[in-house]
Each structure stands twice: as C-alpha cells, then as structure tokens.
C-alpha cells in the first residue's frame, strides 16, 4: 500500500543491511541456538538439516550438536506455523504462534470440504487426538484411523483436516542432527507435557496477542510493511494491529512509496556496511519472508532459487542472492550467477570452508573443498 504521507526513503540497500541486521548476517552473533530461534521467530525446517544450517551462517560458533540437545530435551520442535510448513521453534512460541496462524488453517481446511463431505470436523479432531497422543503416529496412520469412521472421505482430505486442526509436532528423532527418523506425530501438548486444559487456556488467555508478534517481526525482518508480515505469517487483515502500533513505531517508504514500520532503537546500519558471504539453505525465511523481495533478490535473477518443485541452497555475496550451492560429500559446488572479483571468490571459499568445518562435512584441513561449477537439478 502506497503511503499517502512523505516519510524518510529507505533504498534497497539501505534495507538490505537492516534486514541482515535483523537477521544476525551482517557478522555472527555470540548468542545460544534457543535465543536466535527465539529471535528469528523460527526456522524454515521443511527438511531436517536447514535449520542447522541457517544458525551456522547467523551464530558464532554454532555447532549441529546445540540445537540436536536442544531437540531432544523438548526445548525446540518442529511443527507446522506460519504459511503452512514445517518450522523449528521454540516450546514458547509452538504455543503461542500456533493460535495466531490458526484461522489460516482453517481456511485451508476449507479447500479441502469437497472430500469432508459428512465429515464432523469437531468429532474429527478429538479421534485424531486421541489417536496421537496415545502414541506418536505417522500421517499414514492417522489417516488410516480416520477414514475406520469416514469410509467415504478422501484420504488426503482427511490427512489436511487432521493437520490443520490440531497442533501436531514432529518427535525426535526426526529433526536431531545426525539422526534420522519417520516422521511421526503427536500434539505439542503432549509432547511439552502441558495438560490439554491448561493449553486450552494458554490459548484463549496467554497466546501472544497479534501486536507483539509485529513486533517481534519488525525485530526481525524489519523494516517492514503490513504486506510483508502478512506474506510471513500468511495471514490477512495484520493493519489493525499496525495501526495500533503506530504511535510508538518509526515510518519509513521504500523507493517505490510502499510505508514501511520499524522499531525505533532497532539496527538500520549504513548502506555501505560491509556484506560477508553466507551460505543459506533451501527455505531460509530470509527469501521468503517479505511481499517484496528487492532487498535480497534483485529483479533480474527471481525464480533462480527454485527448479521446478526443487528449492536451490543460497549464496549471498555483498548481501545479495549472488549464486546457489551444494554440498556431495565433502565437495561444496557453488554456481555463481555473474562474474566477480578474485577477492569476492576468495571470501567465497574462506566461508564455505567455514561452513564446511564447523558442520563436521569436511574431514580435511585447507582448501580443496569449495569449487565454482555448475548446480545440476
């Protein structure tokens, strides 16, 4: 939305620093996994290892083993948030955020009401409750439970309603570092040992009102406008609480006019601040957490991180999506989309043997692990 005042212009690069900022990119940061998830409002963990990767390029001296403790003392999980995929966050915030995205699904519940039909959604989420916190089930048993009382359903359908009406987390050991497992389902109250009631009034009550989750966003993807936390959260109709907001926020406007809202003592470093390389994931909530996306991803290079249904892992040089990578082995393949600078290339290699050393991919001391090539889909 176009802002019908003049504020301070905030150019791209402007905006990109102050995202990195937020984003502990600009230089890592000396704070424990369970506080940068907390900051971060979560990890992308549509796969089992992005998320160690994503603290690896924002933490100093991250190491996989921090956040596997932290995923087997139940101090973190994976479950489905915002945008309706799988996030790593904290006991707190799996709670908390929950709620505030839970009319988002059940709208997408509502796609689905073709193959419901003669479904009791109420009576649904109680049987697929009691079936998972009897034990942690896969999706192909809840489903296989359910369709006993709804012989006629879509299967799929069934499967959508079960996840989208209740809060159910991924166990250990899927998610923890060097492990694997299926994914296998429960409630995050049983899983956090919090009784049902007491969550039922956790929700109602104690959840995190919608105003300071902007500003925990803001905090961490700002500056900021009420698009773009709606495209984060995937929700809707997020103005109200901007608005409410308003008279302790800073306004800014990007170079197109779009308002945009910040914290007032939140980081806006000088455009000119040096950028490190990092390497990023496939789904770091970075590129994927703004309406517009200029401030990372210029123009001419979106859609480069995805081919067909397959998420690309990034590199950012000078701030920017400059290249993807891969990792075979102890052989880290990047792909840069233009030219660059020796210099450019060198740091390149400095931080992807980094990256290689302290997630324990690389057994061999020096180089030779990074090279520039092509990424095969």
Known sequence: ??????????????????????????????????????????????????????????????????????????????????????????????????????????????????????????????????????????????????????????PQSLSVAARCRLPLVQVT???????????????????LGKPVADTATATATAAQPV????????????????????????????????????????????????ELFDLPDAPRPDADTPAPPRFLPEFDNLLLSHADRTRVVAPEIKGRTWTGNQAHCTLLVDGFLAGLWKLEGQILTVELFGRLPKAAKEEIVDEGERMLEGMGESTRAGGGSVRFGVINP
């Open 211 to 258: 105003d300071e989750v902007v500003l925990r966003y803001l905090a961490a993807f700002g500056p900021a406008s009420v698009k773009d936390m709606q495209t984060w959260a995937g929700l809707t109709r997020l103005r109200e609480a901007f608005e409410r907001l308003r008279p302790g926020l800073l306004a800014f406007q990007d170079e197109n006019g779009v």
């Open 1 to 154: 939305m176009a802002s019908r005042t003049t504020h301070p212009v905030l150019d791209t690069r402007a905006l990109n620093r102050a995202t990195l900022a937020r984003q502990l990119l600009l230089s890592r940061a000396d704070m424990s996994a369970r506080d940068a998830v907390a900051h971060l409002l979560g990890l992308q963990a549509q796969n089992a290892k992005p998320p160690y990767f994503q603290l690896h390029a924002r933490l100093a001296g991250f190491r996989p083993a921090e956040l596997a403790g932290l995923m087997e003392s139940r101090e973190v999980v994976r479950m489905v948030t915002m945008r309706s995929t799988i996030h790593t966050h904290t006991a707190h915030d799996a709670l908390t955020l929950r709620p505030l995205v839970q009319p988002a699904r059940d709208r997408e519940v509502n796609y689905f009401r073709k193959g419901l039909a003669g479904v009791d959604l109420d009576r649904l989420a109680r049987r697929a409750r009691a079936f998972v916190e009897s034990e942690p089930r896969t999706m192909g048993e809840i489903r296989e439970e359910l369709l006993r009382e709804w012989p006629d359903a879509d």
């Open 173 to 191: 050991p899927r998610g923890v570092w060097g492990r694997s497992g299926q994914v296998r389902l429960t409630t995050v109250e049983k899983w």
